[in-house]
């Protein structure tokens, strides 16, 4: 949806093609593959990560990455596995360069990973965790908004707010499956 979004806005139209929104579509999936690699006493810890246990945590991205490199070595023209490896190496990444792995900031973080992190931190508030109750929809799009420049792109942000409607009602229906 923030694709399809954005696809109306002239600066990001000609990268988000019909092909970039499918292909994104299939291959978000793919963001936590890595999280297999992470034991799973911190994957369910249910209270606030100590800061070797956010060390592990933050090396999901790089398993994972490093996990679909072997892939596309086998099919390196595979579009999907390409998108899939920026995914899950760079969703954490932070427009501010504060994130992780990499610390990229701004435009050097892959535009996919850009659209998913707002994506993915949607559904991981508006979610029951072993950490925390879910948020409602409006939390959620506040804290979201609060963090357009600083964690999230900007654009991506004012693009999520034009759809947050289309948001609640996704979550909705994917709470009642």
């Known amino acids: 949806m923030l694709g399809q979004t954005l696809h109306a806005n002239p600066y990001y139209a000609p990268v988000l093609t ?14 936590d593959i890595g999280k297999v690699g992470i034991p799973d006493a911190i994957l369910l810890k249910p209270g606030k990560l100590m800061s070797d246990e956010f060390a592990m945590m933050t090396r999901h991205t790089v398993i994972g990455a490093e996990t679909l490199q072997r892939v596309l070595e086998r099919y390196p023209n595979n579009a999907f596995i390409k998108m899939g490896i920026e995914l899950t190496r760079s969703h954490h990444e932070r427009w501010d360069g504060t994130g992780y792995p990499d610390r990229l900031a701004g435009e050097a973080i892959p535009l996919s990973a850009r659209i998913l992190a707002v994506a993915d931190v949607y559904d991981a508030l508006r979610s029951k965790r072993p950490y925390k109750e879910p948020f409602d929809h409006v939390k959620t799009c506040a804290i979201i908004c609060e963090s357009s420049g600083s964690y999230f792109d900007p654009a991506i942000v004012a693009a999520f707010v034009t759809i947050e409607a289309e948001f609640e009602r996704v979550s909705a229906e994917m709470q009642e499956r």
Request: charged share 15%; hydrophobic share 45%.
């Open 18 to 31: 019909d092909q970039f929104i499918e292909t994104i579509y299939h291959a978000a999936p793919l963001q």
